[in-house]
Structures are given as C-alpha cells and as structure tokens.
C-alpha cells in the first residue's frame, strides 16, 4: 500500500471533496487517484544503525531492482572523509550501484535536513528521468522527515519527545514505500559492540590518529574542546570519544602495555567503550524515532531481522545458515513489497 496519503479517510481532503461534491464522488475520487499515481514513487529503507539497511538496499538493487540509485540518508556519512569511523559502505560492497549524497559534503560546514530537503529532489528528479528508482537509504530520521514531509518547518524538532506527534506532517511529498528493517535491542547492542571491534581491526584508531593529526592536535595540549559545540564530520561518534586520547598520546598505536603505558590503556579502552555506548544509543534513539513516524501515519512495513543477525553472531561458521535466514526473514518479504509497490 502506498503512504502519500496517510490522513485517516474521515479527515482526508479526498473524502472531503467527494461529500461537497456529491454528485459526482466517483470522478473526484478518480482524479485524486490519478493524481496520486502521478506522484513519484521512491523506495525508502529506514532502521537504527548496523540494522542491515545498506545490506539489504545492495542485495535488492544488484538482484531484484538493477534499475535503482541509492539516495544516502545518513546526516554523518554525507562528508567527506573518516570512511571507516563513520561506517560508509565501500566502493567493492557498492557492486556498482550508484550512491548519492554519500561522503561528498565539505567535513567543516554542517549539512543540515533542510539542506537535504532542498538538495535530494533535484537528484531523485534526475533518477527518475533516467527510468530509475530512488532508494533512500539511511538512519537519519530527521533526514528521511525533511525530504519526505510536506509540510517541514526547520526550527521545529518534530522528535522533540515532549512534541505533539501532530507536527509531522503525515502528507508526503513523494509516493512512498516504507522499509524497516528491525531487530531486536539485545541482540542488536551485542552486535554493535563486535562491530566496533571490527572497525578498529580495519583501521579505525589509524583513520583518527590521521584525522587529529591533520586537525593540529595530535599530541598538543590545546584547551579542552569536549564541550564546544562541533560542526559537519566532528559530530561522528569516534570523534568526541579518542578526542582525549590523541591530546594526550598523538598517534601512538595504544597497543603497548608497559608501565606508564597503562594509562594510554586505559584512555584507548575508555574511548572505545564510550563509542561502544553512544553507538547503542544511536541506534535507541533511532528507533524511537521510527516509532514516532509510524505514529504520525506513516505506513512503515517492518521487516524482521533479529533471527539473521543472532545466526550470524552464533559463530563466523554459521556464515551460510545467516545468509538463508537473511534471505527468508529480510530479502523475500522486503522484495514482495517493493514490487507489489512499484507495479501499483
Ligand atoms: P537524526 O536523529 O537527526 O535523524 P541520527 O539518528 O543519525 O540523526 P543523532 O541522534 O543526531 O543521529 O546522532 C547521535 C550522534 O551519532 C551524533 O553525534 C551523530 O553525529 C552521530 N552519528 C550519526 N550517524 C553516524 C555515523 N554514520 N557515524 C558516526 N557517527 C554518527
């Protein structure tokens, strides 16, 4: 089903016009649909962090949609740079597919969702003059709002907990399908955690050390900057955690365990259980926020892969059996839906 008119049907401007006019309810409800069918379509892929998202938006663009562009949703993975801190998809797991909006923005200046809200339809235009479809793909919510909602005001936090649900616009600027991949919290923070873990056996501590090397204070004793506000690419969890470490320690490897090493250890250890922490809570958050849209009227269809991921986790063996569960639990329905969408 499709959520460009999400307003209940006693409320919607449709049935509205079909009671005004009701001599002719029929045409007007046809004009409304036509006008509907009209509207672009684009795919979106919604979900916290490490969910699968860009995973699941590759396997179904290669195999099942080859004519798809993927429109990156993530506020931190549009800069420039920390390719690995901030978890962008590499170029070998694109497979080809195009990405937009990914690691293009200057790190320094903030992209902002009304930047996104201004910029992304140009390229979704574009898209589809090519006779393709958009997939936007990312955690962002208020990325995924700004583009999508109709009505959008900048200085209004829609997902300001204490805010009325009613300040998102549950009308659409885009004929929408909703993905959300979902897994469970227990056994997502498990994986976020050895997900850190992988990150930092590819080069993570190196990318930052590189990173505050370049931003002049590796190893300085510059004032204490945890409190400033940070702009664009400073924002990415990583960033504010090794912040203290690289003051103290400049880019040495924190693997040493000598003597007055020990407290290198033990900042590096701290660092890396902070990033642990804010990335588990990214990714409540996020999914706080998923609950808000939903609430608001969006028709968001939640795809389970809890089940995928516990497979995957059991033991790196388990590899194939992972993949058969992924296929049956995430791929399949989010396949059915997406064509039964696109062929509306
Ligand atoms: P929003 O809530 O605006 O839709 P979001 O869910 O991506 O965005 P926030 O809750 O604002 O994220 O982010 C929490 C922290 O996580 C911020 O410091 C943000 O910069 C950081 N963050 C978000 N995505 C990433 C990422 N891909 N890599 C590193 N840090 C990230």
Same mark, same amino acid.
């Given at each position: 089903?499709?959520?460009?008119?999400?307003? %209940?049907?006693?409320s919607? &401007?449709r049935?509205?016009m079909a009671?005004?006019?009701?001599?002719a309810?029929?045409? !007007?409800?046809?004009?409304? !649909?036509?006008?509907?069918?009209?509207?672009?379509?684009?795919?979106?892929?919604?979900?916290?962090?490490? %969910?699968?998202?860009?995973?699941?938006?590759?396997?179904?663009a290669?195999?099942f949609? &080859?004519?798809s562009?993927?429109i990156?949703?993530?506020?931190?993975? @549009?800069?420039?740079?920390?390719?690995?801190?901030?978890?962008?998809?590499?170029?070998?797991?694109?497979?080809?597919? +195009?990405?937009?909006?990914?690691g293009?923005f200057? &790190?320094d200046?903030?992209?902002?969702?009304?930047?996104?809200r201004?910029?992304? &339809?140009?390229?979704?235009a574009?898209?589809i %003059?090519r006779?393709?479809? +958009?997939f936007?793909?990312?955690? %962002?919510?208020s990325f995924i709002?700004?583009?999508?909602?109709?009505?959008?005001?900048?200085?209004i936090?829609?997902?300001?907990?204490?805010g009325?649900v009613?300040?998102?616009s549950?009308?659409?600027?885009?004929?929408?399908c909703?993905?959300?991949?979902?897994?469970? +919290?227990? @056994?997502?923070n498990?994986?976020l955690?050895?997900? /850190?873990d992988?990150?930092?056996?590819s080069?993570?501590?190196?990318?930052?050390?590189?990173?505050f090397? !370049?931003?002049g204070?590796?190893?300085?004793s510059?004032?204490?900057s945890?409190?400033v506000?940070?702009?664009?690419?400073?924002?990415?969890i990583?960033?504010?955690e090794?912040?203290?470490?690289?003051?103290?320690?400049?880019?040495?490897?924190? *693997?040493?365990?000598?003597g007055?090493?020990v407290?290198?250890?033990?900042s590096?250890?701290?660092? /890396?259980?902070?990033?642990?922490?804010?990335?588990c809570?990214l990714?409540?958050?996020?999914?706080?926020k998923?609950?808000?849209?939903?609430?608001?009227?969006?028709?968001?269809?939640?795809?389970? !892969?809890?089940?995928?991921?516990?497979?995957a986790?059991?033991?790196?063996?388990a590899g194939?059996?992972?993949? *058969?569960?992924?296929?049956k639990?995430? @791929?399949? +329905?989010?396949?059915?839906?997406?064509?039964?969408f696109?062929?509306?």
């Amino acid at each position: 089903s499709s959520s460009s008119s999400l307003s %209940s049907p006693s409320s919607s &401007p449709r049935t509205q016009m079909a009671a005004t006019h009701n001599a002719a309810p029929a045409t !007007a409800v046809a004009t409304a !649909a036509r006008r509907r069918r009209k509207m672009k379509k684009l795919v979106v892929v919604m979900g916290p962090t490490g %969910s699968g998202k860009s995973k699941l938006s590759i396997d179904l663009a290669t195999r099942f949609f &080859p004519n798809s562009e993927i429109i990156n949703s993530d506020k931190i993975q @549009v800069y420039r740079g920390l390719d690995i801190t901030t978890n962008k998809i590499s170029m070998h797991d694109r497979r080809g597919v +195009p990405h937009h909006f990914l690691g293009v923005f200057d &790190p320094d200046i903030d992209f902002t969702p009304s930047d996104f809200r201004s910029l992304a &339809p140009k390229t979704i235009a574009q898209i589809i %003059s090519r006779r393709n479809v +958009p997939f936007v793909v990312g955690g %962002s919510n208020s990325f995924i709002h700004s583009l999508l909602a109709k009505d959008f005001n900048p200085d209004i936090d829609v997902f300001e907990e204490s805010g009325p649900v009613d300040s998102i616009s549950s009308e659409l600027r885009y004929e929408c399908c909703f993905i959300w991949v979902d897994v469970s +919290p227990p @056994v997502l923070n498990q994986y976020l955690d050895d997900r /850190v873990d992988d990150m930092l056996d590819s080069g993570m501590f190196e990318e930052l050390s590189e990173y505050f090397a !370049a931003e002049g204070f590796s190893g300085s004793s510059e004032p204490d900057s945890e409190s400033v506000s940070r702009t664009g690419l400073r924002k990415a969890i990583g960033v504010p955690e090794f912040e203290r470490y690289f003051k103290k320690h400049g880019g040495r490897c924190g *693997e040493s365990s000598e003597g007055d090493d020990v407290e290198e250890r033990m900042s590096y250890e701290g660092a /890396v259980k902070a990033i642990k922490d804010n990335t588990c809570k990214l990714a409540k958050r996020q999914v706080g926020k998923i609950l808000r849209l939903r609430d608001a009227g969006w028709d968001l269809q939640r795809v389970d !892969a809890t089940e995928a991921f516990r497979a995957a986790m059991v033991t790196s063996k388990a590899g194939k059996r992972a993949t *058969e569960i992924w296929e049956k639990t995430v @791929v399949e +329905p989010s396949v059915k839906i997406v064509s039964r969408f696109l062929m509306e």
